[in-house]
Nanobody
């Protein structure tokens, strides 16, 4: 299981940090993706990082503002969110999938096996 921390409320232009940890194990060799779902909308891809941490991809809507990273111990993967706008308001989810190659990451939710509980991020104007 994945456990998420962080999130909350911030004014537009502010920053928040989300963390994702695996319960009882590390995230070593697991690709991790972040997705979000706003009310009345489908879940959308935000960012993902490969199991080796050497490759990351971002949705165009967050590129240059959000940064996905992991620590050397691979116990957490973080999503640093800067220059937030009200359009970033959503429930954010982390997800993991085993990375056999070290370079895998996906923008598709169905390709991930484990999911976090979701964290509300609210950005006010």
């Amino acid at each position: 299981q994945l456990v998420q921390t962080g999130g909350g409320w911030v004014q537009a232009g502010g920053s928040l940090r989300l963390s994702c940890a695996a319960s009882g194990r590390t995230l070593r060799n697991y690709a991790v993706g972040w997705f979000r779902q706003a009310p009345g909308k489908e879940r959308e891809f935000v960012a993902a990082i490969s199991g080796s941490l050497r490759s990351a991809i971002y949705a165009d809507s967050v590129k240059g503002r959000f940064t996905i990273s992991g620590n050397n111990a691979r116990d957490t993967v973080n999503l640093q969110m800067d220059s937030l706008t009200p359009q970033d308001t959503a429930i954010y989810y982390c997800a993991s999938a085993y990375d056999y190659s070290g370079g895998y990451h996906s923008t598709y939710p169905h390709e991930y096996d484990f999911w976090g509980q979701g964290t509300q991020v609210t950005v006010s104007s």
